[in-house]
């Protein structure tokens, strides 16, 4: 498949420097107060497994999976459950396994997200929850950008920027979440950024208008 051996390529190439060692970003928080304490959980595209860490932390079971081998090992070489997968395949778990999964800045950068959902909800319990996040398109930035004509920071390529080949709206991510089943019960933003390096930003200002915060931070229950 010649799309999925592109993204392998540029996820590879992209883990050059992992740390072992990250303290949870205020999106990373969010998610994990969602998820909750004591559920059985799968972290999806959970690179070297800080996120399964902070989870674990808890008292929740969590594992993870990730494409690339090289910042798999990382995880696994500390004890973390993760599986190198693609996850434009079939993932590898049987169904209604799993309390809650998230995925942290990872629809972007799906081709077929039909299929990724599906996945999802396959390996979701019944009434399981979906914790999610993804660039806002509609931050307060990008529309006055767009407004003047500019490039609102969106890749034009895969190996530019942080390779994202999509991005969403509260509306977009609420048709397609509904469409495979999902109900979105909490919708949240993390920060809302007025410089592009993140230099001036509020995080009061992103609970009050979430739809102009830098990420879309949502927790969605699987319904049917």
């Known amino acids: 498949m010649k799309t ?22 205020k999106r990373q928080i969010i998610m994990a107060g969602y998820v909750g304490k004591n559920k059985k959980v799968l972290d999806l595209g959970c690179g070297s497994g800080q996120f399964v860490k902070f989870l674990n932390k808890r008292n929740n079971q969590a594992e993870g ?8 090992k990382i995880g696994q070489g500390q004890g973390l459950k993760i599986k190198i997968t693609d996850l434009h395949h079939t993932f590898p778990y049987n169904k209604d396994t799993f309390h809650a999964v998230t995925a942290g800045e990872i629809i972007e950068h799906i081709y077929d997200t039909d299929f990724f959902l599906k996945e999802i909800k396959r390996i979701l319990k019944p009434n399981g929850f979906l914790i999610l996040s993804t660039p806002n398109i509609a931050t307060i930035g990008r529309r006055l950008m767009l407004l003047f004509g500019i490039n609102p920071l969106i890749e034009t390529s895969l190996t530019q920027g942080s390779g994202h080949i999509r991005y969403f709206t ?43 915060g830098a990420r879309l931070i949502v927790k969605a229950i699987n319904i049917k």
């Open 65 to 72: 999976v990730e494409i690339s081998k090289k910042v798999a």
């Open 4 to 25: 999925a051996k592109s993204f392998n390529s540029f996820n590879n190439d992209t883990y050059t420097d992992v740390k072992k060692h990250i303290t949870p970003s």
């Open 170 to 212: 509260e509306i977009s991510l609420k048709e397609l979440l509904e469409k495979h089943g999902f109900k979105i019960i909490n919708f949240t933003s993390d920060t809302i950024n007025f410089t592009n390096s993140g230099q001036f930003q509020s995080q009061f200002l992103a609970k009050i208008f979430p739809n102009f």
